[in-house]
């Protein structure tokens, strides 16, 4: 069932309302970048984080963790293994400072030490802050005991701080599960102004229960919007995100210095009902076109592939006008995009209201 305007407007009113509690206000002093404790890690994390997936240009990095930005996010398989020596680059000399985030998939241990070892080279550091196991969607993933005493043993090596998870499917499943278990200490989680309640809610009982949360997906696609006097659409979708009890830090894909610019202005004011009116114009905006990680599909879905994996590929040649992003991602779930392109009746009603027979299709192409 898809959103309604109005519904939006009250949840966003509520949310806004929410954030005026002590604590979440994001300004410090004029011109500061607010920081937050990372739930039981103990780090001293800036609101806004710096994801690096898609930036090639170490000078824009360089600039965002010059203006105060500490955290910074990336991983062993961005642009082929490029980003994590681009962010190397851009953290030299100054890594003492800094919290750094990469990634690893589960696969056989020497596999996953190989790229382990790898990000500590390409970023010219000794050990990473958080090591993240890489796009997490069921319990049992979070639970594998024998994934654990890998992630165990390089932790004691000294390879990292902290064992970590992230997420695009099934978020609440696993958020849940890294609550039972125990073991991670954060989670990466896609989520932004179009994300189901429930969502928000398991997110701030995480945070309770010490877990630290890392929001990304914050301005849910990019997608282009018209004009609007002020923030743009953008900026307001990321004030709604940093301003969610729970969530610690943020952590945009910025490309540029203007979009560090951007974003650093958003987080050093506060929402209120204009702030409304921008994120109803940029839901209507994106009716049909961007995922919310809201997995509904996943259960509708005769074959369970849902219509998730195309549609965040769509998303990142659309939204992002990434084409090689969206060709890597197609590459990696290439199964599940030939059964759903393939699949004569879809079942899933989106509640994006995305096509999700013609996404896949789009996606397909990638595989061509």
């Given at each position: 069932?898809?959103?309604?305007?109005?519904?939006?407007?009250?949840?966003?009113?509520v949310?806004?309302?929410?954030?005026?509690i002590?604590?979440?206000?994001?300004?410090?002093?004029?011109?500061?970048?607010?920081?937050?404790?990372?739930?039981?890690?103990?780090?001293?994390?800036?609101?806004?984080?710096?994801?690096?997936?898609?930036c090639?240009?170490?000078?824009?990095?360089?600039?965002?963790?010059?203006?105060?930005?500490?955290?910074?996010?990336?991983?062993?398989?961005?642009?082929?293994?490029?980003?994590?020596?681009?962010?190397?680059?851009?953290?030299?000399?100054?890594?003492?400072?800094?919290?750094?985030?990469?990634?690893?998939?589960?696969?056989?241990?020497?596999?996953?030490?190989?790229?382990?070892?790898?990000?500590?080279?390409?970023?010219?550091?000794?050990?990473?802050?958080?090591?993240?196991?890489?796009?997490?969607?069921?319990?049992?993933?979070?639970?594998?005991?024998?994934?654990?005493?890998?992630?165990?043993?390089?932790?004691?090596?000294?390879?990292?701080?902290?064992?970590?998870?992230?997420t695009?499917?099934?978020q609440?499943?696993?958020?849940q599960?890294?609550?039972?278990?125990?073991?991670?200490?954060?989670?990466?989680?896609a989520?932004?102004?179009?994300?189901?309640p429930?969502?928000?809610?398991?997110?701030?009982?995480?945070?309770?229960?010490?877990?630290?949360?890392?929001?990304?997906?914050?301005?849910?696609?990019?997608?282009?919007?018209?004009?609007?006097?002020?923030?743009?659409?953008?900026?307001?979708?990321?004030?709604?995100v940093v301003?969610?009890?729970?969530?610690?830090?943020?952590?945009?894909?910025?490309?540029?210095?203007?979009?560090?610019?951007?974003?650093?202005?958003?987080?050093?004011?506060?929402?209120?009902?204009t702030?409304?009116?921008?994120?109803?114009?940029?839901?209507?905006?994106?009716?049909?076109?961007?995922?919310?990680?809201?997995?509904?599909?996943?259960?509708?879905?005769?074959y369970?592939?849902?219509?998730?994996?195309?549609?965040?590929?769509?998303?990142?040649?659309?939204?992002?006008?990434?084409?090689?992003?969206?060709?890597?991602?197609?590459?990696?779930?290439?199964?599940?995009?030939?059964?759903?392109?393939?699949?004569?009746?879809?079942?899933?009603?989106?509640?994006?209201?995305?096509?999700?027979?013609?996404?896949?299709?789009?996606?397909?192409?990638?595989?061509?």
């Amino acid at each position: 069932m898809h959103i309604k305007r109005r519904d939006l407007l009250k949840g966003a009113a509520v949310s806004l309302g929410a954030s005026l509690i002590p604590g979440r206000t994001l300004a410090n002093q004029p011109g500061e970048i607010p920081t937050r404790v990372l739930g039981r890690t103990g780090l001293e994390v800036s609101v806004l984080g710096y994801g690096a997936m898609q930036c090639s240009d170490a000078a824009a990095i360089r600039h965002g963790l010059d203006q105060g930005i500490n955290y910074i996010d990336t991983a062993d398989c961005y642009m082929g293994g490029r980003n994590e020596k681009i962010v190397g680059q851009a953290i030299s000399g100054i890594r003492d400072r800094l919290v750094i985030a990469t990634k690893v998939h589960i696969s056989r241990e020497s596999r996953m030490r190989s790229s382990v070892d790898r990000s500590l080279a390409s970023l010219g550091v000794d050990r990473v802050d958080l090591m993240q196991l890489h796009g997490m969607s069921s319990r049992n993933q979070i639970v594998r005991k024998d994934v654990q005493q890998i992630m165990k043993a390089m932790k004691e090596e000294g390879k990292f701080r902290f064992a970590a998870v992230t997420t695009h499917s099934n978020q609440v499943e696993v958020l849940q599960a890294v609550m039972e278990d125990g073991f991670y200490d954060t989670v990466l989680v896609a989520v932004n102004f179009r994300s189901p309640p429930r969502l928000f809610e398991v997110i701030e009982e995480a945070a309770a229960a010490g877990v630290g949360i890392i929001a990304m997906k914050t301005q849910n696609g990019g997608y282009r919007n018209g004009p609007l006097p002020g923030l743009t659409p953008h900026q307001a979708a990321l004030r709604f995100v940093v301003e969610k009890p729970g969530v610690h830090v943020a952590v945009p894909g910025m490309l540029s210095r203007r979009m560090v610019d951007e974003n650093l202005q958003a987080i050093r004011g506060k929402g209120g009902f204009t702030d409304l009116l921008r994120l109803d114009a940029y839901r209507a905006d994106l009716e049909g076109k961007a995922c919310s990680f809201c997995s509904r599909c996943l259960d509708q879905c005769r074959y369970g592939t849902g219509g998730l994996d195309a549609a965040r590929i769509a998303t990142y040649s659309e939204g992002y006008r990434d084409q090689r992003l969206a060709a890597e991602r197609a590459a990696e779930v290439a199964s599940a995009v030939r059964a759903c392109a393939e699949c004569e009746v879809c079942t899933v009603d989106c509640s994006q209201g995305i096509d999700i027979k013609e996404a896949a299709r789009r996606a397909a192409q990638f595989l061509a």
